[in-house]
């Protein structure tokens, strides 16, 4: 089994763009799409990025989704930050029978 | 519209099993294009994958390594639902559960559970 690795905590203010980080331990990043999701306090989570890089319908353009082979990482870029994009971020892939999760970033817009 | 709707006790009691129901409305848990998985959450471990079931011409499961040995998803095609069993608990199976649909991408979640494995 692989894991993904998050930074614990970002902060940026509102109107600027934050860039979330997930590296894969073993394996390439290409070979399995990479998932986002956004959790608010008290919710479940919900999807704001599919296979890499695709927005579900309502989803905003302000997000947007990417890999990087060089680093074997994905990234979750959120550019127009507003106060309601305050919330926990993870990061989802998988292998042949396996979905694996990242440890969740706390993004604070301050 | 997909709906996940989780049903199950709160409690449980060290050693006993944990046993959680999810009821699909809008898909067929015999739908040949989707996974009905069970996610667990908690601040220490995180967002945890446990295991899913699928149909595709016949049954299939996927369980994490880390509870293989305790773990059984079961699909219900009368009920149209599907449920979570894991045995021999301890306070470190204390989460809120999830049912979730999907294959790759986790399209839909259940309201969430939360699990308190106490005497």
């Known amino acids: 089994n692989f894991m993904l690795t998050q930074p614990h905590s970002v902060s940026e203010s509102p109107g600027k763009t934050v860039t979330i980080s997930c590296t894969r331990s073993?394996?390439?990043?290409?070979?399995?799409?990479v998932q986002w999701y956004q959790q608010r306090p008290g919710s479940s989570p919900t999807t704001v990025i599919y296979?890499?890089?695709?927005?579900p319908s309502g989803v905003p353009d302000r997000f947007s989704g990417s890999i990087d082979s060089s680093s074997n990482s994905a990234s979750l870029t959120i550019s127009g930050l507003k106060t309601e994009d305050e919330a926990d971020y993870y990061c989802?892939?998988?292998?042949?029978?396996?979905?694996?999760f990242g440890g969740g970033t706390k993004l604070t817009v301050l | 519209q997909v709906q996940l709707q989780q049903s199950g006790p709160g409690l449980v009691k060290p050693s006993q099993t944990l046993s959680l129901t999810c009821a699909i409305s809008?898909?067929?848990?015999?739908?040949?294009?989707?996974?009905w998985n069970w996610i667990r959450q908690s601040p220490s471990r995180g967002l945890e994958w446990l295991g899913r079931?699928?149909?595709?011409?016949?049954?299939?499961?996927d369980y994490a390594v880390s509870v293989k040995s305790r773990i059984t998803i079961n699909p219900d095609t009368s009920k149209n639902q599907f449920s979570l069993q894991l045995n021999s608990v301890t306070p470190e199976d204390t989460a809120v559960y999830y049912c979730?649909?999907?294959?790759?991408?986790?399209?839909?979640w259940g309201q969430g559970t939360l699990v308190t494995v106490s005497s």
């Open positions: 079931t699928y149909y595709r011409s016949k049954w299939y499961n």
């Open positions: 989802q892939s998988y292998d042949s029978s396996n979905q694996v």
């Open positions: 979730a649909r999907g294959m790759v991408t986790i399209v839909n």
């Open positions: 809008g898909d067929s848990v015999s739908s040949n294009s989707a996974a």
């Open positions: 296979e890499d890089n695709q927005r």
């Open positions: 073993s394996g390439s990043i290409a070979s399995n799409y």
